[in-house]
């Protein structure tokens, strides 16, 4: 009965940092609609760390937590700090891409991106 292991094992990797993971949020919604690689990190340590990952082809990288992109053109390696107790959620998608909102919905060339993005008041 060790099916939860193998989940466990499909759905999380192991950073450079032991007490963290990276969380593939959509390994396990086998019917999602079309959707970037999204995954969420989490520092459940006392302290701030840096941890490492590649999204191994060109990406821009965006943060449903902040609500913002967090770099573009990323290519190779990329370098996230991670507060103590903080969570992150990162979507990688394609660089250049056309934005748009509708409604509370970030989309990235007509596929959701962020569900929940609050309205600018600048």
Known sequence: MG??????????????????????????????????????????LRTAETVTFDPLIERDIYGTVSGRFFSRGVRGPYTLQIDADQTFVLVLTPPGGQCRIEDTKLFLDDIVVDYRIAPRRD
């Open 3 to 44: 099916n939860h292991i193998a989940l466990l094992g499909a759905t999380c990797k192991k950073m450079n940092i032991d007490a963290i993971v990276r969380w593939d949020c959509l390994k396990t919604e086998w019917y999602h609609p079309p959707a970037y690689p999204t995954y969420l990190f989490h520092n459940p």
